[in-house]
């Protein structure tokens, strides 16, 4: 005769498959995740290789140093940071370059060993992809000198009176090309103008390496 199996009845109280500390550390992962996500789509990320994006920038500039630097967390794990000084407070306090004593540990540095201290350029963008405005913050020479120099050109000024396309060709820092184009000058559109009046935002709040919560106010709806 055949073997018959039976199931186990069903137990009024049914135990977790997964330990309780499991569970703890994916709940908090998960968060950190969405926290991350949340933060980062407040920022103009750089075009991937082969794309561009055009914005409009929309406030004033901001500037300062900034360098990257690696850490660990509470709990051991590897992690890389940015530690940033708006140029305008160290003048205040009569600084004209970074105190060295706030340069944090494991920064990254330059051949000849001393801190690899850049200089930021900061402002808020419209990125017309996305229709949201984001902090646009860069580091590349070839960025602030292209940025600079359609500042410069009588024929384009002020940078809130025309838009950029800035486009990426290359994968590693070594071939990498980045690429700010002015295109021609022309209003904003008003829907833009008028969403830009509600829109939230600390600029030099970013530059002082506040939290994201002190830097961004509450989401407003898209345009």
């Not at 809130?160 to 800035?166: A, I, K, L, T, V």
């Not at 060709?169 to 990498?176: A, E, H, L, Q, V």
Request: hydrophobic share 35%.
């Amino acid at each position: 005769m055949p073997v018959q199996t039976r199931r186990n009845q069903a137990t009024t109280t049914k135990e977790a498959f997964l330990p309780t500390a499991l569970r703890t550390r994916l709940e908090a992962e998960k968060k950190e995740q969405a926290d991350r996500a949340a933060a980062t789509s407040g920022y103009l990320a750089v075009p991937k290789d082969g794309e561009s994006v055009e914005i409009r920038v929309m406030s004033t500039c901001r500037w300062g140093s900034e360098i990257w630097y690696d850490y660990q967390d509470d709990e051991g794990q590897p992690r890389r940071g940015c530690a940033r000084w708006d140029a305008e407070s160290l003048a205040e306090n009569g600084f004209d370059d970074v105190p060295a004593e706030e340069i944090p540990e494991g920064c990254a540095t330059r051949k000849n060993g001393d801190p690899a201290v850049k200089t930021f350029m900061a402002m808020i963008v419209w990125n017309y992809k996305e229709e949201k405005f984001q902090i646009w913050s860069f580091t590349q020479q070839t960025l602030i000198q292209q940025f600079t120099k359609a500042c410069e050109n009588d024929r384009y000024g002020d940078p809130r009176g025309y838009d950029f396309e800035w486009s990426r060709k290359g994968k590693t820092m070594t071939d990498t090309v980045h690429t700010l184009m002015a295109l021609p000058p022309s209003p904003v559109a008003d829907e833009i103008a008028e969403a830009y009046l509600d829109f939230e935002c600390d600029l030099k709040a970013y530059c002082m390496n506040e939290a994201g919560d002190k830097i961004f106010g509450k989401p407003k709806p898209a345009v």
